[in-house]
């Protein structure tokens, strides 16, 4: 079965730095997001992304993040400057559509934690 | 704004018993609504989804049904088994909106 792909599955960053978080959409999707889940807490949404640009993004989602789909296949997550609380799971998701029974299909997560 | 509950936060049960999760939401103006299954540390599985003109989805041994006016939905889980142990979340999109707004899940763990 297709699924989403991500990479580090695990990264340690220094407070300050730079970080991005891959994935690798299921094939023939057309709408891709971010999620994240600090520990303990509900998972939220921060970004969704179609025909190369952003077309929600909730607030959380401030200048130091940006989104990418640089290739045919990779969708990306770049954090400009980490800070503590930028310490969660990010998951990427992708699906073939929106709108009334569209099923969304998640990656494993990338755990970041922040130093 | 769409609010998300899940009760119980946490359920303990013999193996082979019946359950029900439950799943409520404040704005009943929803497109569909996701059950997902998450194991520790791990992604999101998708399990179900009802869209909202349906009442109900099956798949083997889960039962999800959904009373849009009222605001609930509920997992079923027939037989347990100590595989079904992870939490479950429940989530739901609305017109206009992309996005996934999730409860805070239900941690299930089934004992042998």
């Known amino acids: 079965e297709p699924e989403v792909t991500q990479t580090p599955s695990h990264q340690v960053t220094q407070m300050g730095q730079e970080v991005i978080l891959r994935c690798v959409p299921i094939?023939?999707?057309?709408?891709f997001y971010w999620y994240r889940q600090i520990l303990g807490q509900k998972v939220e949404f921060l970004v969704s992304?179609?025909?190369?640009?952003?077309?929600?993004k909730s607030e959380i989602f401030d200048d130091q993040f940006s989104v990418e789909r640089p290739d045919g296949s990779n969708f990306t997550l770049k954090i400009r400057s980490t800070k503590l609380e930028d310490s969660a799971m990010y998951f990427c998701?992708?699906?073939?559509?929106?709108?009334?029974?569209?099923?969304?299909?998640f990656g494993e997560g990338s755990w970041l934690t922040v130093v | 704004k769409q609010e998300v509950t899940q009760i119980p936060a946490a359920l303990s049960v013999p193996e082979g018993e019946n359950l029900v999760l439950n799943c409520s939401f404040t704005?009943?103006?929803?497109?569909?609504l996701q059950w997902f299954r998450q194991d520790p540390g791990k992604g999101l599985t998708s399990l179900l989804l009802?869209?909202?003109?349906?009442r109900e989805q099956t798949s083997g041994r889960l039962n999800a049904s959904l009373d849009k006016s009222s605001g609930r939905s509920t997992l079923y889980i027939a037989a347990s088994q100590p595989g079904d142990s992870a939490t479950y979340l429940c989530?739901?999109?609305?017109?206009?909106?992309?996005?996934?707004?999730f409860g805070k899940g239900t941690k299930l763990t089934v004992n042998p």
């Open positions: 989530a739901v999109t609305q017109g206009g909106s992309e996005k996934l707004v």
């Open positions: 704005d009943s103006a929803i497109y569909n």
């Open positions: 998701a992708s699906s073939l559509r929106t709108g009334r029974g569209n099923t969304i299909y």
């Open positions: 094939s023939n999707h057309l709408y």
């Open positions: 009802i869209q909202s003109s349906q």
């Open positions: 992304f179609y025909n190369n640009e952003i077309s929600e």
